[in-house]
């Protein structure tokens, strides 16, 4: 997550499907969430698998004020898999985790309501 998280944000200019599909969104499973303490802002290292067509993946996520990291692994989560990769103080984020602030402004992760194959395309 890099943006500042605003439980109630103004609504985004009108846009159309097709730009909506240039983001390209997909589930994965959690493979490893490691501490990042190095992170200005408390944060975890995630390693997400998101199957054949995508692999594994490395993303910095501001979730740990609503998940433990033990918790975390196995569970899927939704993410931005095509933008450039980030370098964020000593590690590199390949892709954007997606989730939504709570009351608090906290991150809550982005996830299928039932198990879907790891690389599932959301449209």
């Not at 569970?75 to 590690?91: L, S």
């Amino acid at each position: 997550m890099h943006m500042n998280h605003s439980a109630i944000a103004p609504a985004a200019e009108e846009t159309d499907f097709d730009t909506f599909l240039k983001s390209d969104i997909r589930v994965g499973t959690i493979v490893a969430a490691d501490p990042f303490p190095e992170a200005r802002k408390p944060s975890a290292k995630l390693r997400i698998d998101f199957g054949e067509a995508i692999g594994v993946k490395k993303s910095c996520a501001q979730i740990t004020a609503n998940y433990a990291l033990e918790d975390l692994v196995g569970r899927q989560v939704a993410a931005v898999v095509n933008f450039p990769p980030r370098q964020i103080g000593p590690a590199r984020s390949e892709v954007l985790t997606l989730g939504f602030a709570d009351d608090a402004g906290e991150v809550v992760l982005a996830m299928p309501e039932r198990p879907v194959p790891n690389g599932s395309r959301l449209f």
